[in-house]
């Protein structure tokens, strides 16, 4: 199998990390790659907004917990007012994906890039997971105020974040189950 396949095989969503941070040069080929994904129309609207500072990435998490707590979904109250709820598994690295809600396929290009960053990473031996609460928080004003401050377009939401770093040595390498029936082949 080329090394491609394999690299889609291998990939698998890791939630814990050790402290050890991404280089630089790693960071930039991963974003490289997410800014080489397909987009509608090649409208590349997105914006990669990569957040390296643990204090930043902790206050982030803070304001997410401050939206969850506001919510009428008991299982998002519990969260918003844990002390141990981290939403990016104390990753090293955030890359939060952004785009203009105005074309329907905002959320398409985004899901585009952040596989590109998912599989540039696994290349590169860093461990990923898509992080999904700024989607869901992102219009709460406080959580809103931060994202601007951070440098996330007014104009943006967020559908998705990438959480990039190193799985500790002794995680177990997950089975990837796939369910049967999910491909039709018509010739
Ligand atoms: C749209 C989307 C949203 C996701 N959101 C989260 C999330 O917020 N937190 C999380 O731990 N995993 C999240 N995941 C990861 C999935 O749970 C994971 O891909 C799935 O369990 C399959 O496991 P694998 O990635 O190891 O193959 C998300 C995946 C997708 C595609």
């Known amino acids: 199998m080329n ?3 394999e690299n889609i ?7 814990a990390y050790t402290d050890r941070q991404v280089s630089a040069e790693d960071l930039n080929l991963i974003l490289e790659a997410a800014t080489y994904a397909p987009s509608g129309m090649n409208y590349q609207t997105w914006h990669f907004t990569a957040i390296q500072n643990p204090e930043v990435l902790i206050a982030l998490n803070e304001r997410i917990k401050g939206a969850f707590a506001k919510s009428d979904e008991p299982r998002l109250q519990e ?3 844990s002390q141990t709820y981290c939403c990016y598994y104390h990753a090293p690295t955030l890359v939060i994906v952004s785009n203009e809600p105005t074309q329907w396929w905002a959320s398409m290009d985004c899901a585009c890039a952040l596989e590109n960053i998912f599989l540039a990473a ?9 992080i999904n609460q700024l ?5 709460d004003p406080e959580v809103r105020a931060f ?12 559908y998705g974040c990438a959480a990039l770093g190193y799985a500790p040595a002794d ?17």
């Open 9 to 15: 095989r291998a990939r698998r969503s890791v939630r």
């Open 79 to 81: 969260r918003g007012h």
């Open 3 to 5: 090394q491609v396949l």
């Open 122 to 130: 696994k290349s590169l031996g860093i461990d990923s997971c898509w």
């Open 147 to 158: 994202l601007t401050e951070l440098g996330v377009p007014e104009n943006h939401r967020v």
């Open 171 to 187: 995680a177990p390498m997950k089975e990837k189950k796939l369910k049967e029936g999910m491909v039709t082949i018509l010739r």
């Open 135 to 139: 989607g869901q928080t992102c219009d």
